[in-house]
């Protein structure tokens, strides 16, 4: 199944790469609503989430030459729009304390799409952790998983704090690397957080 829809990703980006406009409009068809819904739980402000859905399509054919997708197509998508949301957050200073209390469940449940897209990065997430080296596993899940401090695992590994602040920056560097830069720092340590 999975094979599948990364072929079929695969031709669409080709499609893409091949200045196929056609491909643009059917992509834009099939995720403006699901990216839309996503954009506004968070926003809740439609023209602005208008905009930010157009600004993703848009830099989608702009850098179609040059794009990298390590992880399906939908969840590409799904990540360049909370990227450019939460771009928006900082870029009006907007402080929302209402957008980090219950992010897990509008993040994961907001539509049926975004769930099945939260589950893709999360096994992305997964599948780089387990390319980690073993000690940067063990630093790297003690931490996100078992939410140890940076002190904690110190102790309980015998290695310096420093070592464990190593660890976990690689950690983090090696999954926004592999996720081609499309998660701002937040989302990425929000997913990397939850992950069982």
């Known amino acids: 199944m999975f094979n ?30 699901p990216l839309f819904l996503s954009s506004y739980n968070l926003l809740k402000n439609k023209e602005l989430c208008e905009e930010i859905i157009q600004d993703v399509f848009i830099d ?17 998508l799904y990540a360049c729009t909370r990227y450019k949301v939460f771009a928006q957050f900082r870029k009006n200073k907007i402080i929302r ?15 049926p799409e975004t769930k099945i897209m939260h589950k893709e990065l999360v096994a992305q997430i997964n599948a780089v952790v387990e390319t980690l080296p073993r000690k940067c596993q063990n630093v790297y ?27 976990i920056s690689f950690a983090l560097r090696a999954l926004r690397n592999s996720l081609g830069h499309i ?12 992950i069982k």
């Open 4 to 33: 599948s829809q990364k072929l079929k990703d695969d031709l669409l980006i080709e499609r893409l790469k091949n200045d196929d406009k056609k491909v643009l409009t059917e992509l834009y068809n099939t995720y403006w609503k």
């Open 60 to 76: 989608l054919w702009n850098k179609r030459e040059k794009i990298q997708i390590q992880i399906s197509l939908n969840s590409y």
């Open 97 to 111: 304390i209402e957008l980090y209390e219950d992010l897990k469940n509008r993040f994961q449940y907001s539509t």
């Open 141 to 167: 899940k003690l931490s996100r998983h078992q939410q140890l401090s940076h002190k904690e695992i110190a102790e309980q590994l015998n290695i310096s704090t420093k070592t464990v602040e190593n660890h």
């Open 183 to 194: 998660l701002s720092i937040e989302l990425l340590v929000f997913i990397s957080q939850n």
